[in-house]
């Protein structure tokens, strides 16, 4: 069994940056992919960056050059920095572990993941 937990969420102002972390328990072995999602009301949830065991990440277009999403395997934390924020970045942001087998649908498809943390709101005002 996997555990995820968000933190990191906050309020800024457009322009200013935050920075989110997710802590992962549990055992997470080779071969996986974690991922950042966020919903806003009323839309549905977007994949918005994946890393994989091997280092590789993936981004969706309206955060690219924004956001980065790095890991540390040895603390088991996954973290989203995020610059430039945009009122439409507000959401609550949830972290998201695959741990094989599984139907793998993309590394930004919420389809792929299988392991979900509770979420952290982030609100960003003009």
């Known amino acids: 069994q996997v555990q995820l937990v968000e933190s990191g969420g906050g309020s800024v102002q457009s322009g200013g940056s935050l920075r989110l972390s997710c802590a992962a328990s549990?055992?997470?072995?080779?071969?996986?992919?974690m991922g950042w999602f966020r919903q806003a009301p009323g839309k549905e949830r977007e994949g918005v960056a994946a890393?994989?065991?091997?280092?590789?990440?993936s981004y969706a277009d309206s955060v690219k050059g924004r956001f980065t999403i790095s890991q540390d395997n040895v603390k088991n934390t996954v973290a989203l920095q995020m610059n430039s924020l945009k009122p439409e970045d507000t959401a609550t942001y949830y972290c998201?572990?695959?741990?094989?087998?599984?139907?793998?649908?993309?590394?930004?498809?919420?389809?792929?993941?299988?392991?979900w943390g509770q979420g952290t709101q982030v609100s960003v005002s003009s």
């Open positions: 998201a572990a695959r741990i094989p087998p599984g139907r793998f649908a993309g590394p930004l498809s919420e389809y792929t993941y299988n392991y």
């Open positions: 549990g055992y997470i072995y080779s071969n996986y992919c």
């Open positions: 890393i994989d065991s091997d280092g590789s990440t």
